[in-house]
């Protein structure tokens, strides 16, 4: 089993998670949306997967490379 | 005299079949492909082949061609001139005489006023060579400074195939477009192995300068092409949308409808101008189908760049991608866009800005980055561009990102407003929080407070209705969405033979 990562792609803060530990997610399937300069961002996993931990909770404020989710 | 041409026939076999078995063996466990079959696939027709040079460096026994062909040939029957490593002859290596031919198909091509395509796959420089072919007037530097002088004025192609490493990195890095080959292709000025032994870097060739680094990381490829095979049509593809000369107008092909599946534009953007959309859904309502032909389109994705075709005719578009980064500007989309801007613009290629930008990126890191400076790059390249020019406000454009995307004040033959189009230098939410922030903060009762913040949101969202800025004469035309393409279609047409002239001086000093 490899872990996968999923990062942010710019600072914003999490205002939704759209999947949960044990959930599996598919290749550019939206998992985190986060807001930034007032948009909707929303945040994709790059590779297929199952959840094993979702990493930030809403309102958490991240930065560009956090770990949002972890996949494997 | 039948002696003489037996002679020499055997002998240009025996040069154009390049360097040794061995290395041909070689190149075959890699997936590449020989320097001529390269060719063969990149001309329309292997009858009408030019070559200068073929016995150059003969005397020396090994060095067939000096390990680089230089050619004339013809793509989608435009002429063009080539020049292509021969990976078999000393890994591509570059001799004195390899570098004159390199130097003589530049000439060759600025006077035959054609495209020139650089097929690359090679190790460098012979460092044993080095007197004759480095410093010298007619030495390697020599074809940079040919390459930067023919910008502009020709198309300049580059196929990556191999390595570019160390000075021989700066052939792309000077032409227009780059295309590279997945796994084989690599561009860098100092190899894993010296990053290692001079600054104690442990690291791989893929990940220090790798063909999928590069289009997805530093920018310095713009076509991630899966084989060989794929580059050389890309290149093949790209050239069909250039004429051979700044001088010439672009090609027309057939025209063709739009994608019949597409959706309607009215159903793809939503209303909420904070919800994401993908735009290539609205480019493909736009566009010729099949035309679409994307540069970078791994690097900087909140922001799309391509040529397409509106009724047969090239167009570069350039539009903020909501679904990536809230199609928000950054120093790379700066970057990707001033560069591709200033592309069309030299050879001709009408420029359409599709705008959903909530503007330029804030904060500390993209602060430190030089956000400020990228954006003014992309700014400059757009106002300098005198192609026609067409401004499509799709729905938001903020701030600077307005100006960025050919807003009105940088003389665009038209900018047009979908109905949802808002133009502001703020959003509604951001406004009212900056303008009222300490009335805000004043009104205890939330239910209240929520009250007020709406109430100015409606107003402000008043202040800036697209038909008071029609009204004001700030946009040119509000547009049916299900009429854009028509629209399109007809101004281009109309401005198709616009002459401007941007300013009278040496030339700008660029902000870089």
Redesign the interface.
Known sequence: MTMKKVTA???GTVINLLVKAGDSVQAGQDVIVLE???????IQSEAAGTVTDVKVNIGDFV??GDVLVVLE | MKQLEQTLRERIDQVKRGGDAKYHQKAKEQNKLFVRDRLALLFDDEDFVLEDGLFANFTAGDLPADGVVTAIGRVNGQTVCVMANDSTVKAGSWGARTVEKIIRIQETAEKMRVPLIYLVDSAGARITDQLEMFPGRRGAGRIFYNQVKLSGKIPQVCILFGPSAAGGAYIPAFCDIVIMVEHNASMYLGSPRMAEMVIGEKVTLEELGGARMHCSVSGCGDVLAANEQEAIQAARRYLSYFPSHYQDAPPAAEPKPPLPAAKPIAEIVPENQNAPFNMYELIDTLVDEGSFFEVKKLFAQELITGFARLDGNPVGIVANQPRVKGGVLFVDSADKAARFITLCDAFGIPLLFLADVPGFMIGTAVERAGIIRHGAKMIAAMAEATVPKISVIVRKAYGAGLYAMASSAFDPDACLALPTAQIAVMGPEAAVNAVYSNKIQAIEDPAERQAFVMEKRREYQKDIDIYLLASELIVDAIVPPSELRRELINRFAAYAHKRQYFSDRKHPVYPV
């Not at chain 1, 300069?37 to 929303?42: D, G, L, R």
């Open positions: 792609n710019m600072a930034s300069m007032k948009m909707e961002v929303p930065n560009d």
